[in-house]
């Protein structure tokens, strides 16, 4: 079945550091691919998606590429922020009929410090 | 737009006893979810619905979980009679049908369900 394994945590960084959270992923058929954070006391939120590969998602400074060689999609920063202390999630969807449900990692903590 | 609705956002309950969460989704969108969320866990979808209908419960436990969502909006997920093992986060996402790749699912804040 469907899986995603993710970098484990947690992770601490002093601001301005450079980020990476790995992700890998397991699939049947060709999945979209996103991560999702979640800021302490809110619900999950969308942060970037790729759909095929080579695609690279962006938002806030965050980047991911899909690279279906090596069936990843890896999360960077080149200089993180107090603000960007949550919970990211790595998750896959794979495409077919009417079924959209998400598989997710377990989830990396990160804690950035000033 | 208003977001993903959910209550109650807390509770609290005794073994055996049941408990009922509600969510009212983004307007207009036809698809919605129920994740599960356990401490140190990624989201596990319990059921999808498209409009009123079940599209995927595969991994709900239905001797126990209920869901529903009668008039193809808001919907109710109960848990009779509740274990030890049901404490985690409850939550409910939705999304517009789509027929693209790229559909996106909304999270509501979720409902944190403890079990004594």
């Known amino acids: 079945g469907d899986s995603v394994t993710q970098m484990e945590g947690p992770v601490t960084l002093s601001e301005e550091a450079c980020l990476t959270i790995?992700?890998?992923?397991?699939?049947?058929?060709?999945?979209?691919l996103f991560w999702y954070v979640q800021y302490p006391g809110e619900g999950l939120q969308l942060l970037l998606k790729?759909?095929?590969?080579?695609d690279k998602g962006s938002n806030k400074g965050f980047e991911a590429t899909y690279r279906k060689e090596t069936t990843s999609f890896h999360l960077e920063k080149g200089s993180v922020q107090v603000s960007d202390s949550a919970v990211y999630f790595c998750?896959?969807?794979?495409?077919?009929?009417?079924?959209?449900?998400?598989?997710f990692g377990k989830g990396t903590l990160l804690t950035v410090n000033p | 737009e208003a977001g993903v609705a959910q209550s109650p956002r807390y509770k609290i309950i005794e073994k055996r006893q049941s408990v009922a969460f509600w969510c009212n989704p983004i307007s207009g969108h036809a698809t919605l979810y129920w994740y599960q969320q356990i401490l140190g866990q990624g989201p596990k979808l319990l059921i999808q619905f498209q409009n009123n209908g079940v599209v995927d419960d595969s991994q709900l436990p239905k001797d126990r979980f209920s869901a529903e969502r009668l008039k193809g909006v808001d919907s109710t997920l109960k848990i009779q009679p509740a274990k030890l093992e049901d404490s985690a986060v409850y939550l409910c996402?939705?999304?517009?049908?789509?027929?693209?790749?790229?559909?996106?699912?909304?999270f509501g804040p979720g409902t944190r369900l403890t079990v004594l």
């Open positions: 996402a939705s999304s517009l049908v789509a027929s693209g790749r790229a559909d996106t699912q909304y």
């Open positions: 790995n992700c890998t992923y397991t699939a049947t058929g060709y999945p979209s």
């Open positions: 998750a896959l969807r794979t495409s077919g009929g009417s079924n959209y449900k998400l598989t």
């Open positions: 790729a759909t095929k590969a080579d």
